[in-house]
């Protein structure tokens, strides 16, 4: 069947550094708003898209949150030679910036390039020692003059990267965690039959500290919750069996844990049913380190909620480029279809 990579390529290539999702935020809205009953954006400006159950008495809810941010920069100065400085928005890792093209949104777009010290003019010392985010600064070819009529600083800054396919795979900046808004819309496309409400929620600044689902599930209380993101795939040369926490192409990964979360052992039973009743590919997932919506979803609302996570394996994540394999993408666009239609079927009791 396939994907829309299509569809894909474009919200991935959207700019959306956290607290700056006004581009994504648009295409979200343009795209969930006809296959939804209602949509509601509240203050912070993640956007809740939602689909009414035909028959749902008890008013039950259920929340999948996929955050639109995508890490990125600020811009902090400007010196006397035009070089801006700029500070992260969301975890980097450096050495996988050098020399790479990055966008200022300011008055208008313009292109950069991530400078550092030369390795010719670099001691014998600063060619052992890893680079820090401090390291860098933006060149943008122009004098202080010409880039300060565009560009301000409080600017945000994000990557420059188009998404490619690559064997069975999709490569782009922004894999994380755009994959799981477009994971999100397809599963609201195909849903039909569903017990409870479904909210779909498009969270704002995951990348710097899980705020826009904390926010959002205050205000909605759900039941039921569903983090969608990417995990580290680390299924590369030199990675032990042990460190691997998941692999590209061995389907959708159910969330067991992550820094942030202890998923509901009942959610992690219940997808993995569903994921064995469907013939859906799985995996396991214990991540030791970062976090996600889940968390969020799992505990701000008053009353908690039952929840899990549904994660995309993805390689290269927080770097310059990042990927996933279509197989995968599209085992979790069927894993969430699924379980939305069926959580009425379950024995939920604690």
């Known amino acids: 069947m396939g994907i829309n ?8 290539e959207a700019p959306g550094a956290p607290g700056f999702e006004q581009v994504i935020r648009e295409l979200v809205l343009k795209t969930v708003t006809p296959l939804v009953d209602e949509v509601e954006i509240d203050n912070m400006g993640n956007v809740m898209a939602i689909k009414r159950a035909k028959n749902n008495p008890g008013g039950k809810k259920v929340m999948i949150a996929a955050h639109m941010d995508e890490i990125g920069f600020i811009v902090t100065h400007i010196d006397e030679n035009g070089f801006i400085r700029f500070h992260t928005l969301g975890g980097f890792d450096p050495k996988t910036l050098t020399a790479q093209r990055v966008i200022v949104h300011g008055e208008k777009d313009l292109v950069g390039v991530m400078g550092t010290k030369p390795i010719h003019v670099m001691t014998a010392e600063e060619k052992t020692k890893l680079p820090k985010n401090t390291d860098y600064f933006i060149d943008m070819g122009m004098k202080k003059e010409e880039v300060e009529k565009y560009i301000k600083v409080g600017d945000p800054v994000t990557r420059e990267r188009a998404l490619i396919e690559m064997g069975n795979c999709v490569n782009c900046k922004s894999i994380d965690n755009r994959v799981s808004v477009f994971i999100l819309i397809e599963a609201l496309k195909k849903i039909k039959d569903f017990p409870y409400d479904v909210y779909g929620v498009f969270t704002v600044q995951e990348e710097v500290g ?28 030199g990675a032990q069996p042990h460190e691997k926490v998941t692999s590209l192409g061995e389907g959708a990964a159910i969330k067991i844990m992550d820094a942030s979360a202890i998923c509901d052992y009942r959610m992690v039973a219940y997808l993995k049913e569903i994921a064995d009743k469907n013939k859906i590919k799985w995996q396991p997932e214990v991540l030791t380190a970062g976090g996600t919506d889940t968390a969020g979803v799992q505990r701000r609302g008053k009353n908690g909620a039952i929840s899990g996570a549904i994660s995309i394996p993805t390689r290269h994540l927080h770097q310059v480029i990042e990927m996933a394999d279509k197989s995968d993408i599209e085992g979790c666009i069927d894993l ?11 024995d939920w009791k604690i």
């Open 210 to 237: 899980i705020r826009g689902a904390s926010v959002a599930a205050q205000a909605i209380n759900p039941d039921f919750g569903v983090g969608l993101d990417t995990t580290i795939a680390f299924d590369l040369p």
């Open 336 to 346: 969430l279809t699924y379980a939305l239609e069926g959580l009425d079927g379950f």
């Open 5 to 12: 990579t299509g569809l894909l390529k474009e919200i991935c």
